[in-house]
């Protein structure tokens, strides 16, 4: 560096960056493949000066070094287009010639990513490694006592209930009075949960709802998948494949002139409503489309001017009270459709939601509850929300599912669990500990996006792009040229992949614990874990 | 495993049938205790068949806190079987002071009552006393109820039978549920020994409960002061039977359809598809797991057996017209109803539910698949 060089707060080096790219010069070819694909401009083709000693060969001339020019791959250091580590890089070399490595040091470049007074967004993951849920061991294991059942061969029985069940007493009676009967739906246990149309790319989107149809109607498996708040493609919505889905409403009501006007024209009603007022990865937060992703299409579907961000507010604007927010959405969604179609709040993690779920106990018309832990993704979000805010959900269901308990009204209102179910890949086994604790069911984005997709994201800060449209796989991106990358047909078999597997590994687990006629909700005897307080905090066992 | 044995005949039969049929099959359990529901008795019972009947066991101490009990609420004792015990009791049968078994008379104010309001008061003089007697580990109490003795030991079924010498004359029911026990998940306390009895209804099983948790806090939460102990998972078939017979006021039929539903292309071409889907949503909660056969006495005298889900445990049910058994295993059969037209046992299979009703003439069966008897 020059002397010279004016050295500004904001002057990193390569040292700095919390991802340095490793270039070999004697692998590449200088094809420019990677910069080409590089999603964030991090690296250019640019000339580095070598040293030549030319040893010389007669006796009268000596020998000199020179100076000479050569063209490789050089990463900038401006934090504008620092590297983010998706490694695309490495995808596209023909020579496996350039990796990034993830910095032996914390990165400098989180005290700079505030250029213009605005702090970092991001969208992606909560960036931290592990989890408790990975710490649960089911520990009661059957073999002689009670034979253990066959995975493979035996009948299981592991669908769930979602809508209000009424208490036995209040059901036998409504069914001889002729009563109305809350709408109950009976799914798969595992959801995908709420990413919007426009969050996603069409053919994310496309490849989710064929895969989940496949799975509905090839192979029996009721599997149901949530809209988040972006609206639904209007032949969706005519079509009988919507039975498959839950449509999201959330503060921002994006898309839902569309639905409401379609409802005269579905041929079945929806799987559910849910109204969301709150997110894992962004509690308190509203939802955030950022510009890049408002083209022509999604702006058409969400009712909104192309070209601009979409914050939804953080709180339902025509609300101000949890008994106005909660009984008066709920019963006005029931009855768009006739008080045929289960309506359910979906909250973040946090210690209030026994108050909440205590409203909805006395609410006939609630129909569940979701909640969404801190480490569940977001598409955009502050950083700050992500990485701060929030409530563990292992506690959170707990605490709820022991208060229901407690009422005697437990899988009454079932509570959907989510939030970092799988993130380490342990997706059956995080499901069944959410189950065993009190979960009537769970939802899921990041594993299928990185299961169905191939998403690059890792609890490392690794890409974590999807705000800007930019994702190099194609799955958060509006940009034909970068989801063209995705093949829905792909996606759609994946997802099926994703779910024939978990269903032989939640076998797995509840096979060996003799459980094979219901889904094991609140069997927490099962349960085991070598942390006394937590034992403690969860009420499960304490083992060493 | 535990092995089960019950009977049911027109003419009252000793323990003893039980206990040697038990004996029969002892290769399936471990000689750890043994269970005994004798009901519809013979004898001197015969003629009081509603005076209700106190079963359990004490120590000197706790027949003395008994008496002033009982005495306190008017009961006064109008029979009672008095077991004169050997000096030293057989190997791995504990030492008790009182085996009781005393029919009473109903204290005076009583009178007029009718008899769910008398059930309610027995049931929760039953719930008193086995609270005493857990504060000061001076009695243990089986049931309190008329027309019915239940008898509970540690020990070879066999043996407890000759030590207490439950082949007197006294001693006679035409309904004997009984139960050989293996030991397996809980340290022998007699309250986690079957059969279960609550009110009327009595259940024992041959299996294990594996959905235990989930099903004991939704009956605690309940409200309803019968549903405790839950010293054994088994227990919780009673509790249930209780429930769906006199909290939802359905029919013996109906008790399959809670602890193990129908699903699938079953559930839904069923003639009572509609309300067999209510129940099982609402009933969610009892929805029972694991390997279980269940055997169990009715009020009205009927016995039956149901089994999970998968038919995991072994169980059959054969006889004649006037006297019918349930086994856990042939074999068992074969010692008590020899004679019996054996090309008619019945294996109640995943979606059976036998019956056999109080007049005794045939075993019904009810597959899950037949219509209900309408709801009243």
Redesign the interface.
């Known amino acids: 560096m020059p002397s010279n060089r004016p050295i500004t707060p904001s002057s990193l080096s390569i040292k700095d960056q919390p991802w340095q790219i490793h270039w070999d010069k004697d692998k590449c070819t200088l094809c420019g493949s990677c910069t080409a694909v590089c999603p964030v401009n991090a690296i250019n083709l640019d000339v580095f000066r070598k040293r030549k000693v030319e040893t010389s060969l007669g006796l009268n001339s000596s020998s000199s070094s020179v100076f000479k020019v050569y063209h490789g791959i050089r990463q900038k250091t401006d934090s504008a287009y620092a590297c983010v580590g998706c490694a695309m890089c490495t995808q596209v070399c023909p020579n496996d010639a350039i990796m990034p490595y993830k910095s032996d040091e914390a990165g400098k470049l989180i005290f700079h990513v505030n250029r213009g007074g605005q702090p970092r967004r991001r969208g992606g993951r909560r960036n931290v490694a592990g989890g408790l849920l990975d710490q649960i061991k089911f520990i009661?294991i059957?073999m002689?006592?009670?034979?253990a059942?066959d995975a493979g061969r035996?009948?299981f029985?592991l669908?769930t209930?979602l809508g209000r069940?009424?208490?036995?007493?209040?059901?036998?009676a409504?069914?001889?009075e002729k009563g109305w009967?809350p709408p109950?739906r009976e799914i798969y246990p595992l959801l995908i949960g709420s990413m919007s149309f426009g969050a996603l790319s069409p053919p994310m989107w496309e490849g989710l709802q064929m895969g989940v149809a496949y799975l509905n109607e090839e192979l029996n498996m009721p599997v149901r998948i949530c809209t988040g708040e972006g609206g639904c493609p209007p032949r969706l919505l005519r079509s009988r494949f919507l039975q498959y889905v839950i449509l999201q409403i959330a503060s921002g009501y994006f898309g839902w002139d569309e639905i409401i006007h379609a409802i005269p024209d579905m041929k079945v009603d929806p799987c559910a409503i849910e109204i969301k007022y709150g997110q894992g990865a962004k509690p308190g937060d509203g939802g955030l489309l950022m510009w890049y992703k408002v083209n022509k299409l999604i702006a058409a579907i969400r009712g909104v001017p192309a070209g601009v961000s979409l914050p939804s507010p953080p709180t339902h604007q025509t609300q101000y009270s949890i008994e106005e927010s909660v009984a008066k959405m709920i019963q006005s969604m029931s009855m768009a459709w006739g008080f045929r179609v289960p309506v359910y709040p979906k909250i973040s993690g946090t210690s209030t939601a026994l108050a909440v779920l205590n409203n909805l106990t006395r609410n006939p018309y609630a129909a569940g509850l979701a909640i969404d832990g801190e480490d569940g993704g977001t598409g955009a979000a502050y950083d700050v929300s992500m990485n701060s805010m929030g409530h563990p959900i292992a506690s959170n269901l707990r605490d709820c599912y022991l208060d229901l308990?407690?009422?005697?009204?437990?899988?009454e209102i079932p509570l959907f669990a989510g939030g970092g179910i799988g993130k380490t890949g342990n997706l059956a086994a995080n499901a069944a500990a959410l189950i065993m604790l009190g979960a009537s069911g769970v939802q899921v984005g990041k594993y299928i996006m990185q299961a169905a997709a191939g998403c690059l994201g890792s609890e490392t800060d690794r890409c974590n792009i999807c705000n800007i449209g930019l994702c190099p796989k194609g799955i958060t991106s509006q940009d034909p040229r970068l989801y063209r990358r995705l093949n829905a047909d792909e996606v759609a078999q994946r997802v099926v992949d994703v779910y024939l597997s978990f269903d032989t590994e939640l076998k797995k687990i509840v096979a060996p614990?003799?459980?094979?006629?219901?889904l094991?909700?609140?069997?927490?005897?099962a349960l085991g874990i070598n942390h006394r307080d937590v034992a403690e905090r969860l009420k499960i066992q304490y083992v060493v | 495993m535990c092995r089960l044995f019950a009977m049911t005949g027109d003419t009252p039969i000793s323990p003893m049938v039980a206990l040697n049929a038990l004996d029969v099959m002892r290769e399936g359990h471990d000689g750890s205790g043994v269970g005994l529901f004798l009901r519809d008795l013979g004898g001197p019972f015969d003629d009081m068949k509603n005076a209700p009947i106190l079963s359990g066991i004490f120590t000197k101490n706790g027949i003395k806190r008994l008496d002033t009990f009982m005495m306190n609420l008017g009961f006064m004792t109008k029979y009672k079987i008095s077991f004169k015990l050997p000096k030293n009791s057989p190997q791995g049968v504990p030492h008790r002071d009182v085996y009781l078994v005393r029919a009473y008379e109903y204290p005076e104010e009583w009178e007029g009552r009718n008899f769910e309001e008398l059930g309610k008061e027995l049931m929760n003089i039953r719930l008193q006393l086995r609270e005493m007697g857990q504060a000061e580990k001076d009695m243990i109490v089986f049931s309190f109820w008329p027309d019915v003795i239940m008898i509970k030991e540690i020990g070879d079924p066999l043996t407890v039978g000759k030590y207490l010498n439950l082949g007197r004359e006294d001693l006679t029911a035409r309904v004997i549920m009984a139960q050989g026990r293996q030991n397996t998940n809980y340290a022998i306390n007699l309250y986690a020994c079957h059969p279960f009895f609550l009110q009327g209804i009595s259940t024992m099983t041959n299996g294990e409960n594996t959905a235990f948790v989930p099903i004991k806090e939704f009956l605690k939460s309940r409200d309803f002061p019968g549903y405790t102990g839950f010293q054994s998972d088994s227990e919780v078939f009673t509790h249930i039977l209780h429930y769906a017979l006199k909290g939802l006021g359905l029919s013996i039929e109906a008790y399959k359809h809670i602890i193990t539903p129908l699903y699938g292309t079953d559930l839904e071409t069923h003639p009572d598809a509609q309300l067999l889907k209510q129940l099982k949503q609402s009933c969610r909660k009892m929805i029972i797991d694991g390997p279980n056969c269940v055997i169990g006495s009715l009020p009205d005298h009927s016995l039956f057996m149901v089994q999970d889900r998968k038919k995991l445990r072994p169980g059959v049910v054969g006889g004649h017209p006037g006297q019918y058994a349930f086994a856990s295993e042939i074999c068992g059969l074969d010692a008590v109803i020899p004679d019996r037209d054996k090309s008619k046992d019945f294996q109640p299979m995943h979606l059976d539910t036998a019956i056999v009703g109080p007049d005794r003439q045939e075993i019904n069966i009810c597959r899950q698949t037949d219509p209900l008897p309408p709801l009243h």
Not at chain 1, 405 to 411: S, V
Not at chain 1, 513 to 518: F, K, P, V
């Open positions: 009661r059957s002689l006592t009670d034979p059942l035996h009948e029985e669908r209930l069940v009424l208490p036995p007493e209040e059901g036998i409504h069914f001889k009967i109950v308990a407690a009422q005697g009204k437990q899988n614990l003799g459980r094979s006629t219901s094991p909700i609140g069997m927490s005897d």
